[in-house]
């Protein structure tokens, strides 16, 4: 994989999970949208307060971001974790270039307050090992996966 020289535009988001589903904020609330899960009786589509053009990054990391809590909570029960009531998901996707070419790469930061670091990596990895998002960008972007627990 090639390394980005420089960066172009990065697509933020801050992903919780709620009682009515999961919530994802972009960076300087750009974009808020309700998402809920297949089978759900009542989705809740809401595109609140998204500028008229996010970017491509944005919106994939938003995507991303849904997917890869759901995830954690899949991950969490696996491991018999109960998740803290604040869990929450940051991902950053960077669009840049080497050279003439044009690439992707991402962050991901699972923020998982008063559970211990190593039980936080163990969810972080094993979420991504669930996570279709992460399934289809493994070995073809570079990923950086941090974990906070305070």
Not at 83 to 104: K, M, R, W
Request: charged share 15%; hydrophobic share 40%; glycine share 8%.
């Amino acid at each position: 994989m090639s390394k980005i020289e420089k960066v172009l535009v990065t697509g933020k988001t801050h992903t919780t999970l709620n009682s009515a589903g999961n919530t994802s904020r972009g960076h300087n609330g750009n974009l808020d949208i309700e998402l809920s899960s297949p089978g759900n009786p009542e989705p809740a589509h809401v595109f609140a307060a998204i500028q008229p053009h996010p970017t491509a990054e944005q919106l994939f990391s938003g995507a991303w971001s849904a997917c890869y809590i759901a995830a954690v909570g899949l991950a969490a029960q696996q491991l018999k974790v109960t998740l803290p009531p604040d869990v929450a998901v940051d991902i950053e996707v960077d669009l840049g270039q080497t050279g003439a070419a044009y690439f992707i790469q991402a962050r991901l930061t699972l923020r998982v307050p008063g559970l211990s670091h190593e039980i936080g990596t163990e969810l972080a990895h094993l979420a991504d090992s669930i996570c279709p998002y992460s399934k289809a960008t493994r070995g073809n972007i570079d990923v950086a996966i941090n974990v906070l627990t305070a």
